[in-house]
């Protein structure tokens, strides 16, 4: 199965000094990319930049000859929104694991997390991030989360009961 994942899509090559001004980060590299970026000719990025440092090629997910063959389940849910959710995907677009829960967080079209700016705002102190970072993706790619293979609904009235999951009713043999 190939696989790309790549979080080196930006907006910008430098932070103009009238904006930067107002931002804060842990790394203020993040702000001038000069040198290390690349104008997006094609595709879904057009107008936008590719650092090229963060970029990675198409990798291969190969099966092992000895690899388990019975049946395994992943757990999924809202939670699942940064590494568990590219896991999850993985998951699911190898058909190696049945997803099991409910939908999850995260987007197929890539997550935008790695390298974050904020601005606090004077009046109130409330801090708003601006992700630095967006995915690449292919035009058709849903803008959507994972929905899981068997679906497991969360209630009021089974969580007063004392019901977790009705996973233990419903997919144990």
């Known amino acids: 199965m190939n696989y790309k994942s790549s979080q080196a899509i930006t907006t910008y090559e430098r932070v103009p000094y009238p904006i930067a001004k107002y931002l804060d980060t842990w790394d203020y590299r993040f702000f001038d990319r000069t040198g290390q970026v690349e104008k997006v000719t094609e595709g879904t990025a057009v107008g936008k930049y590719i650092v090229t440092a963060r970029a990675l090629p198409d ?3 190969v099966l092992n000859a000895t690899t388990y063959r019975g049946k395994t389940y992943l757990l999924v849910g809202p939670e699942n929104s940064s590494a568990t959710f590219q896991f999850a995907d ?3 677009r190898s058909g190696a694991l049945t997803l099991v829960g409910q939908i999850t967080g995260g987007n ?3 997550l935008n997390g790695g390298e974050l700016a904020w601005v606090t705002l004077a009046h109130s102190g409330v801090a708003v991030d ?5 995915a690449t993706y292919a035009a058709g790619t849903p803008d959507t989360s994972l929905v899981p293979d068997i679906a497991i609904n969360r209630t009021f ?6 019901v977790t999951s009705k996973w233990k009713r419903c997919c144990v043999q």
Do not use: D, N
């Not at 601006?130 to 967006?134: E, F, K």
């Not at 009235?157 to 004392?162: K, Q, S």
């Open 59 to 61: 990798r291969q997910i």
């Open 90 to 92: 993985l998951a699911k």
């Open 108 to 110: 197929q079209r890539g």
């Open 130 to 134: 601006i992700p630095l970072l967006a």
């Open 157 to 162: 009235a089974a969580r007063v009961a004392g």
